[in-house]
């Protein structure tokens, strides 16, 4: 097949317009064209009275090779690569042993499903409860502030992307098509087939959760054993290399190989590993604020007349400042038509994040808007960053009264250094409730005055991004795991043997896709170490 790039149609192009294109740039009949897929879509909304689609097609013709060689220099036209998914290995009849993973993020989960598709049966550890269960006692959190520390927005089945944007769309460099083959599993658990094509997929909150079920389903099938409420407090160790897992109630459980992802926010675990002497190293992470604005205005400001265009959806951003004080300030996660969530695991601490649904649909458009952290600001072991984290974290919980209410402040305040008293049009999201008070001592200053920069800055390319009644509400800390677990290029720790980082916990990720790409990376290095020692 053929792939042509670069395909650009109005956002209002009649159906025949992409065959159209497509027998003009190749300078063919309706009858050399057998078939033709949409390999990806985008936008180019540079010119919002003008939208385009830009598209990727892969076509297959009569006569490619004429085709080829007649239009060779035709720069966004070439050989369709191919995308298929090829398993490294498959396990022996004679395996005497399961490798262990712990976690079921994207990370864990995809481990665990290739480990399982390869044969290997695995078996998969998770602290927190199935994800039906984890939702009500999420749900408890936000309704009427009672947290689990087990089971809540960051532990359970699924992690924490269970509850985010569902996006499904990373900046990693991926030769082998490892993403798509995230994209196929999702798909067949029930995902829109669009993710495939579209250029900033997502699926939403409530679809995820129906989608990890049946993956569940799918490694169980397999011969893959899932447990959930079976957290592993302890790792065992010979000589430097993993013999198996102890659990809280004291089973051990032998394993010589075991994918660690447990996502950023296990902080008793990354103190368990430090304390057995894994290889750990202090990271940088960002923090700051959620910030809430009507999506409407979001939709103008990029897309003009064509705001509300369904073809379009919600709009998103993505914007960064640097700052004068030497400071970068972000978008994070940015969620169209969403809302701010409890986000806290740990008792008397404050935590955001942001969250949509498939639909896009509510009124406020949020995003974090945050500062980065390096381990020069927290000087100490390389888990110093953990009680950096947790400073903050308490300090939110102060400033919203002790309630697991949000402290936050209306934007034009915030610049003007004055506390805020009353909501204006922007009603916020988060629930338990936000609690309104003065933030500039919710973040260290560097962090204050580069947020306070920052936001006029990013109303020169969104306008009314600074808009007085916009909302912030803190506070945002869990951006990305505040350590590293260090890899060799076999994907296991760098001094304990059998041990395989993976994930965001590890510090190898950030996001649902890129999370799962690297976890069935880990998976194949399992496979092929495993096989390896049995020959």
Partial sequence: MLRLTEVKLPLDHPEGAIKAAILKRLGITAEDLVSYSIARRGQDARKPEAILFVYTLDIEVKNEPGILKRQKKDRHLSLTPDTSYHFVAQAPANLSSRPVVIGTGPAGLFAGLILAQMGFRPIILERGKAVRERTKDTFSLWREGKLNPESNVQFGEGGAGTFSDGKLHSQIKDPMHHGKKVLTEFIKAGAPPEILYVSKPHIGTFRLVSMVEIMRATIESLGGEIRFQSRVDDLEIENGQVRGVVLTNGEHIKADHVVLAVGHSARDTFQMLYDRGVYIEAKPFSIGFRIEHPQSLIDTCRFGKNAGNPLLGAADYKLVHHCSNGRSVYSFCMCPGGQVVAAASEPGRVVTNGMSQYSRSERNANSGIVVDITPADYPGDPLAGIAF?????????????????????????FLAGKPSTAFGSVQPSYTPGVHLCDLSTALPDYAIE???????????????????????????????????????????????????????????????LSAAVDGIKVAEAVALSMIRETE
Wanted: charged share 25%.
């Fill in 450 to 512: 580069a947020i306070r920069e920052a936001i006029p800055a990013f109303e020169k390319q969104i306008k009314g991004f600074s808009m007085h009644d916009a909302v912030l509400t803190g506070v945002e800390t869990r951006t990305s795991s505040p350590i590293r677990i260090k890899r060799n290029d076999d994907y296991q720790s760098l001094n304990t043997r059998g041990l395989f980082p993976a994930g965001e916990g590890a510090g190898y990720a950030g996001g649902i």
């Fill in 389 to 413: 984290q947790r400073h903050w974290e308490e300090r939110a919980f102060e400033l919203g009264g002790r309630n697991y209410q949000a402290p936050g402040q209306l934007v034009g305040d």
